[in-house]
């Protein structure tokens, strides 16, 4: 294949722009759609039983989007501005086409354009599929930080991969979760523009060797490389109704020629399919977020190739517009690393301004240690990403070679600072000598970079002190904090339409791009009239709720029971199993005749576990066993009911976060980075029952104590007590605990297949448990008795709930980006129409 790496810019460009926008009616949408119902789509007869109508749809929406994305590019390249690149090998964007019309403000304009065909929007929206290209939390969190940048105006582009295959689809099967494989692009993605003109060339193997150049030096080279091209992919992400289209920029790996040549001719015909195969296998599918997936060689390939082609990219469009010289360009860029995924960016922006721009040692560290920041996002320090130095120098042995050289730099630095500190020394180096000889991403990624932050407040000081002390000894200034958010746009305005209606009958619709004016909503908070609308969105979005569960589980749940939810990845220190021990407990108590004055209570769990992550799919296991047990038991009749909910993700959470009471954040103290979970049941109006861990502790800040369901062993007395941790102990001395105990082991979940939930009912009786789930069982009980309490006085839950949107504020990614940029990336709004 021939690649254009041609110029954009050029004689006659700007006469292909549009003078004037389309229109946005109903009648210019209705004729816009059937155009390209029948002419691009080539089909007659209008049918919904089939993607079509949705494609047609996008397809009208796209040519919207693409005059305002056009008329944002020239805006951003008139003005030279400084932009940011956020690097991420997770976008985890959900659908994108009610979204899209949220923003243009042409939701009404669409519906009544369908109403003429007869058909409703919704049903329409329905037929997309999730763009599921992450895991969770730091996935969805990329997503919800482009959605603020194009809403604040700020120049941040998205850089990630156009993974063949997204996160796994979730199906049960006799309580076990089955993975499915998601072929998201099987009918196409309208979203996206191709834009092969810009494709890169990516490097891997071969070796290093030293030549002398034209004016006489002596330099690396990087030869007989395996070579992969890297074709870009743009997605729109449209600002709320201000005019700006921002980019995310996917890359799909694509073989340098459809055959190569000289192996064909020699007649290695399938060799050459082999290595087509191989090159194209980078961006095939996203990695599940677990430690026993990790040290695969093709997640190193998709990080280095994410972080070449983005840096390529940048250095190219640069040239474009500057020409050759560098000077200035550190100015006008800031890489923020979503996590040590991309940090190989670190090594590879030394490569490319060394080797291939020719630039020395000194200048391009002052350049990368500028424009570099890092965002961790974990505590977990096995989770803490490192690859064998043997793989680094198989498949990138110049990017090792500049990491040896970082790291002597650096050690000298730190040799400089504590003279004879070799203790120090082994522990900051880059690399890891104990066992197999491994490179430590996050100690490249602290090291290149000029911001270090954490994502909560609780986590950035954990981090100073614990992971990170001997780095934040050294370089104080480095580290900082940036409290996660959520897009209020998707998870309020739009996913919640009723609460959507009575918050802005209230306090106008200012809260969409501003959402400290929620704060008002606490005059509100005594007015019969509100409260009562309030109290009947509440219900309403119950009801959908209950209908979801009905048609994915066959369960029927009563409006009028709490509704008690935890939904997110399956994951020990998550704790979904305190949660069900909680479950038994109630079940318990009905059995013995003592769960008469219950409150009724559905126990909703969702996530999926890593497909090798084995403690975690025997979580899931015993949650299906443990729910089909007490929903088919006639003594929890009207009492309790415990679901499963399967295939949790992005488009689930925007009907399951509007129809919560109760919002589940139970993980281990210490253990969780911060959520945002968390934060989507809050705005909704969700109360939260919460350990002081990760963003929880700011949530309860904000909302005040007696709208916040505390329980469970801080950081401090986690530390304290897990020397002499002893949970049989704890079992013993609690009756209640000892029955649900009891219970577990009696087999009398999972008759037919005795023994299957042994591995997990032991792992919490273990004096190792790391999760210490035992210790909090007690504190958990008793807060969902406070919650059952509260919930009872349904005038109190009323004022709860209102409380804990009204003071949802702080917790918008419009302001964490605002504290990125003022902090971190200090780029200039940019202002369109
Ligand atoms: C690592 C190695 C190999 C393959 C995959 C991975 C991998 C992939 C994804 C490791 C981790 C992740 C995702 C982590 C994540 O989602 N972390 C969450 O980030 C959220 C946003 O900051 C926080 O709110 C959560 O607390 C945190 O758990």
Not at 379 to 407: C, D, G, H
Not at 584 to 608: E, F, S, T
Not at 647 to 667: H, K, P
């Amino acid at each position: 294949m021939n690649v254009l790496n041609e110029p954009e810019s050029g004689p006659g460009k700007l006469e292909f722009l549009q003078k004037s926008h389309l229109a946005m009616d109903a009648d210019a949408l209705l004729s816009d759609l059937s155009h390209y119902y029948t002419r691009m789509l080539g089909r007659r007869t209008l049918r919904t039983d089939t993607p079509f109508l949705y494609q047609a749809l996008v397809h009208a929406v796209r040519d919207r989007l693409m005059e305002r994305w056009n008329d944002t590019n020239i805006e951003l390249e008139r003005e030279g501005a400084r932009r940011a690149c956020y690097l991420s090998m997770e976008f985890l964007m959900g659908r994108l086409l009610h979204n899209a019309l949220f923003s243009l403000d042409c939701v009404n304009a669409s519906d009544e354009a369908l109403q003429a065909l007869g058909v409703e929007l919704g049903q329409v929206e329905a037929a997309e599929q999730d763009a599921g290209l992450g895991n969770g939390g730091l996935g969805r969190l990329a997503a919800c930080f482009l959605d603020s940048c194009a809403t604040l105006g700020l120049p941040v582009i998205g850089y990630g991969l156009r993974y063949q295959y997204g996160m796994f689809r979730q199906h049960m099967e006799n309580g076990y979760q089955v993975e499915d494989p998601d072929p998201w692009l099987r009918d196409g993605f309208p979203w996206e523009i191709e834009r092969i003109e810009l494709a890169r060339t990516i490097r891997f193997g071969g070796r290093t060797t030293s030549v002398t150049d034209a004016e006489g030096r002596r330099r690396r080279v990087w030869v007989e490389t395996r070579d992969v091209l890297a074709i870009p992919y743009d997605v729109p992400i449209p600002g709320y109704r201000n005019g700006v289209v921002n980019t995310l920029r996917l890359w799909s790996a694509e073989a340098t020629n459809e055959f190569d040549l000289e192996e064909f001719n020699a007649g290695s015909y399938t060799e050459a399919v082999e290595a087509k195969n191989a090159a194209e296998n980078i961006s095939m599918v996203l990695y599940p977020n677990t430690a026993t997936e990790s040290g695969h060689e093709l997640r190193l390939r998709q990080q280095y190739f994410l972080a070449s082609a983005s840096l390529q990219d940048i250095l190219a469009d640069w040239q474009r517009r500057h020409g050759p010289d560098l000077e200035g360009f550190a100015d006008k860029h800031c890489f923020q690393l979503n996590d040590t995924h991309p940090a190989v960016a670190v090594a590879e922006l030394m490569r490319l301004l060394m080797d291939v721009h020719g630039m020395g040692w000194n200048e391009a560290w002052e350049i990368t240690r500028s424009t570099m920041a890092y965002t961790n996002h974990t505590l977990l320090p096995e989770a803490l990403e490192t690859w064998p130095v043997a793989m680094f120098e198989r498949l990138l042995p110049r990017l090792l070679e500049i990491i040896y050289e970082i790291n002597a730099r650096f050690l000298d630095e730190v040799s400089i600072r504590w003279p004879g500190d070799n203790a120090r020394l082994a522990r900051m180096s880059l690399i890891d000598e104990n066992g197999q000889r491994s490179v430590r991403m996050a100690y490249l990624a602290i090291v290149g970079s000029f911001s270090v932050n954490g994502v909560a407040a609780l986590h950035s000081r954990l981090l100073r002190e614990g992971l990170f002390r001997d780095f934040a000894e050294l370089w104080p200034e480095k580290f900082n904090n940036k409290t996660n958010g959520v897009t209020q746009r998707r998870w309020l305005a739009a996913c919640n339409p009723e609460l959507n209606a009575v918050i802005t009958d209230a306090i106008g619709e200012g809260w969409v791009t501003d959402l400290e004016q929620l704060d008002r909503l606490r005059q509100q908070v005594e007015n019969t009239a509100f409260r009562d609308a309030w109290q009947s969105s509440r219900q309403a979005n119950k009801a959908r709720l209950a209908a979801l569960v009905q048609s994915r589980t066959g369960v029927t749940l009563d409006t009028q029971m709490l509704f008690d939810v935890q939904v997110k990845r399956i994951h020990e220190y998550k704790r979904q199993l305190l949660n069900v021990l909680h479950a038994v407990h109630l079940y318990d108590r009905i059995r013995r005749g003592d769960g008469d004055d219950l409150v009724p209570r559905a126990i909703i769990i969702g996530g999926k576990a890593a497909p090798g992550y084995v403690m975690a799919k025997a979580i899931i296991k015993l949650v299906s066993d443990v729910a089909q047990t007490i929903n088919g038991d006639p003594a929890t009749a009207g009492k309790l009911r415990v679901i499963f909910y399967p295939d949790y993700n992005v488009t689930a959470m925007e009907a399951i976060c509007t129809g919560a009471d109760l919002s589940e954040q139970i993980s281990t103290a210490g253990k969780e980075a911060s959520g945002t979970g968390n934060m989507k049941f809050m705005m909704n109006g969700a109360v939260t029952i919460g350990t002081l861990d990760g963003a929880n502790v700011e949530i309860r800040d904000a909302v005040g104590k007696e709208n916040f369901f505390l329980f469970g062993h801080t950081v401090e007395e986690i530390a304290e007590i897990r020397p002499a941790y002893d949970p049989a102990a704890i079992i013993a001395g609690d009756e209640d605990f000892r029955r649900v105990v009891d219970l577990l082991q009696s087999g009398h979940f999972c008759r037919h297949e005795p023994g299957v939930h042994d591995a997990v009912v032991a792992s919490f009786q273990q004096p190792g448990d790391p999760w210490m789930t035992a210790a909090d069982f007690r504190g958990f009980v008793d807060a969902q008795q406070a919650v059952e309490a509260a919930f009872r006085d349904s005038g109190r839950w009323t004022t709860m709930s209102i409380l804990n949107t009204a003071c949802s504020g702080r917790f918008s990614t419009d302001r964490t980006m605002r504290d990125y940029n003022d902090d971190i990336w200090r780029l200039e709004p940019v202002k369109m129409a």
